[in-house]
C-alpha cells in the first residue's frame, strides 16, 4: 500500500517534510513498547505509536520500519521530529485512536507482520503443553 | 536500582532543534561566500539608464551594484529600469535611479542569514562585503538554490563513494583471517544519546554491504543491548567484530550486574523504574528480544562489577 494512500485512510496530515508519498508499505504494527517493535515487525512496516519521544525513531531506525503514524492527534517533540528528518524517516499524524488507525488501514487492505516464534514458544507453553 | 533523571534539553535547544531540520543543516553549513557570484558585473552612478539597460542584455542579468571609485554606493535592477521607461526617464543616471545604501552581507556569513535576508527583504539580490566593506561578490535567491543543491549532490556521492570503498574491504585485504572491530563507547543515564551506538553499527555494517537481513537482527540486538547499558549501569561500550562470515557483538559495562540471570531472561521480568517505561521499554523483553535475533548468545554478569552480553549472529 502507498503511504499516500495511508494518509487518506486515516484523514492523516504530514509532520516531517519532503515524504515520498508514492512509496510501498508492506505490513503494519500497532504498539506503544518499543521492545514490541522490535520484537514483533519486519523490514518495510509502517508503525502506529501513542508515543512520541526520539526513542520511537531510533527504534525505527533500528527495525527498518518506513514510517510512523503518531495517533490520538499527538505531535512529537521537536528533536523527534529533527531525529526523523535526519534518518529520513517520514512521521504521519492522525487524530483517530490507536484502535481506530490501525482498523482503518487493516480494513484498507494492509496485513499486519504475522506470528513470531516468541509468542508462538509461549502461546505453546501456556496452552498446548499438559 | 540507579534512577537517575534523563537530562532534559532546554526550551532554547528544544527551540533550535525544531528549526534545524535536515534541509536548513544545509544552509547553516554553508557560507555565503560558497554560494555567491564573485564575478560581478558594476555600473557606475554616472551611466545613463539606457547604457545601464543594454549592460543588462548583453550580460543576461537583472540588476548590478553601483560602484564610485572602490566604494559601492548603490544597487539598480531591470525593476527601476522599468520604472525609468514608464516614466520616459531612460536619459536619467544611475545615480539617480538607484537603491542608495543597499543591504548587504558579509562573505563568511552562514548561507541561512541570505535566506533569511531575502525573505524579510523580497530583494532580488544583495551584494557581498568582505570586513574592510569591499564588494566581493552577489548573491540571488537562485545562487542559493544551486550551491545547495551542489552540496547535497557531494554529500550524496560521498556516501555512495563510504559505501563502494567499504564493501570491497574484505576482497581488498589478503589473509587467512580477517576481522574488522569496531568499538563505541555507551553513556550512562543518556536516554537521549540512547541508541547512537547502535545507529552507527547499523551504517557502518551497511556500507560493509552486509544483507539487510542480517542488518536488522544486529542492530536489533544491539539497540537493546544499548538501552540496557543506558538505563542499569554505570557505563559501558559496545565492540563489534565482523568477520566475511560472522558478526559478534559484545555489550560490556560497568554497573550493578544483574542477580539472576536465569530470571531476567524471562519473558516480561523487569526492574526498570517508570520513567524508562514512559520511553517505552522496560516491558522485560530486551534480553528475550536479544536471544531471538541471535545465533548464539551469552551473558555473563558478576553483582556490583558488571555484565558481559555476547551475541553471534552468522551470515549465510
Not at chain 1, 32 to 58: I, K, Y
Not at chain 2, 157 to 183: C, N, Q, T
Not at chain 2, 232 to 247: H, L, Q, T, Y
Request: charged letters at 25%.
Amino acid at each position: 500500500m502507498k503511504l499516500g494512500k495511508v494518509l487518506e485512510i486515516i484523514e492523516g496530515k504530514l509532520i516531517t517534510e519532503n515524504i515520498d508519498l508514492d512509496q510501498d508499505i508492506e505490513m503494519g504494527c500497532g504498539a506503544d513498547l518499543m521492545s514490541d517493535v522490535l520484537a514483533f515487525t519486519h523490514e518495510g512496516t509502517l508503525l502506529m505509536s501513542g508515543l512520541t519521544n526520539p526513542q520511537v525513531v531510533r527504534t525505527a531506525e533500528m527495525a527498518g520500519i518506513k514510517a510512523i503514524v503518531f495517533v490520538r492527534g499527538k505531535i512529537p517533540p521537536p528533536e523527534t521530529i529533527a531525529l526523523a528528518e535526519g534518518k529520513g524517516i517520514p512521521l504521519l499524524a492522525s487524530k483517530f485512536t490507536m484502535f481506530e488507525t490501525c482498523g482503518r488501514i487493516y480494513q484498507a487492505g494492509l496485513p499486519g507482520c504475522g506470528l513470531f516464534e516468541l509468542t508462538l514458544r509461549r502461546w505453546r507453553d501456556a496452552f498446548e503443553e499438559s | 536500582m540507579p534512577s537517575r533523571k534523563a537530562d532534559r534539553p532546554s526550551d532554547v535547544d528544544q527551540e533550535l532543534a525544531r528549526e534545524i531540520t535536515i534541509r536548513q543543516a544545509l544552509a547553516y553549513e554553508l557560507k555565503i561566500a560558497q554560494a555567491m557570484s564573485s564575478d560581478v558585473i558594476s555600473v557606475p552612478p554616472s551611466l545613463t539608464m539606457a547604457e545601464f539597460g543594454e549592460i543588462l542584455r548583453t550580460n543576461g542579468i537583472s540588476g548590478t551594484p553601483v560602484v564610485e571609485g572602490d566604494r559601492m554606493v548603490g544597487i539598480i535592477s531591470t525593476e527601476d529600469l522599468i520604472k525609468a521607461l514608464k516614466a520616459g526617464e531612460m536619459d536619467a543616471t544611475v545615480g539617480e535611479k538607484m537603491t542608495p545604501d543597499p543591504e548587504t552581507l558579509y562573505a563568511d556569513e552562514p548561507l541561512v542569514r541570505a535566506i533569511g535576508k531575502f525573505s524579510k527583504l523580497k530583494y532580488g539580490r544583495f551584494p557581498i562585503i568582505g570586513h574592510k566593506g569591499d564588494m566581493v561578490g552577489i548573491i540571488t535567491p537562485g545562487d542559493i538554490a544551486q550551491a545547495m543543491l551542489r552540496q547535497l549532490e557531494t554529500d550524496y556521492h560521498e556516501e555512495e563513494m563510504h559505501r563502494y570503498r567499504a564493501s570491497h574491504i574484505f576482497e581488498d585485504i589478503v589473509a587467512d583471517d580477517i576481522a574488522l572491530v569496531f568499538g563505541y563507547r555507551v553513556a550512562a543515564g543518556d536516554i537521549i544519546r540512547a541508541g547512537e551506538a547502535s545507529s552507527e553499527l547499523r551504517k557502518t555494517l551497511s556500507r560493509l554491504g552486509i544483507p539487510p537481513p542480517i542488518i536488522r537482527r544486529v542492530s536489533v540486538a544491539t539497540y537493546e543491548a544499548e538501552m540496557n547499558i543506558v538505563i542499569f549501569s554505570d557505563g559501558g561500550e559496545i565492540v563489534a567484530e565482523v568477520r566475511p562470515d560472522r558478526i559478534r557483538v559484545e555489550a560490556l559495562d560497568k554497573g550493578e550486574g544483574i542477580p539472576d540471570v536465569e530470571q531476567a531472561m524471562q519473558p516480561g521480568y523487569s526492574t526498570a523504574p517508570p520513567w524508562v517505561q514512559e520511553m517505552g521499554f522496560g516491558a522485560g523483553m530486551g534480553l528475550p528480544n536479544i536471544h531471538a535475533c541471535a545465533d548464539v548468545m551469552s551473558l555473563e554478569s558478576k553483582v556490583g562489577i558488571g555484565t558481559h552480553l555476547e551475541i553471534v549472529i552468522y551470515i549465510q
